[in-house]
């Protein structure tokens, strides 16, 4: 079993910055993806940005630029930092793994951006 646990959401005001963490525990030897979500009201899970199998990294055309994910392997911690923030990037952050082909979702953060 992996257990992921985000944190680091928050209120910020337009233009803003923050730093979401995904922590994770268990066995995730067989990593084959991680990546972050978000999600609205009434809308499905979209990706933000994530590790493919072969390491690339990809994100979604709305945070091209402002976005940047990471990891640290020795913390088993993936990170997102989020700058020039903008209202339309409130939502509930979620991190998703893919380990031996299984997937894994935490639990979410919500980030809130004020105009």
């Known amino acids: 079993q992996v257990q992921l646990v985000e944190s680091g959401g928050g209120l910020v005001q337009a233009g803003g910055s923050l730093r979401l963490s995904c922590a994770a525990s268990g066995s995730i030897s067989g990593l084959n993806r991680m990546g972050w979500y978000r999600q609205t009201p009434g809308n499905a899970r979209e990706l933000v940005a994530h590790?493919?199998?072969?390491?690339?990294?990809e994100y979604a055309d709305s945070v091209k630029g402002r976005f940047t994910i990471s990891r640290d392997n020795a913390k088993n911690t993936m990170y997102l930092q989020m700058n020039s923030l903008k209202p339309e990037d409130t939502a509930v952050y979620y991190c998703h793994f893919i380990v031996r082909y299984m997937n894994y979702w935490g639990r979410g953060t919500q980030v809130t951006v004020s105009s």
């Open positions: 590790f493919t199998s072969d390491d690339i990294i």
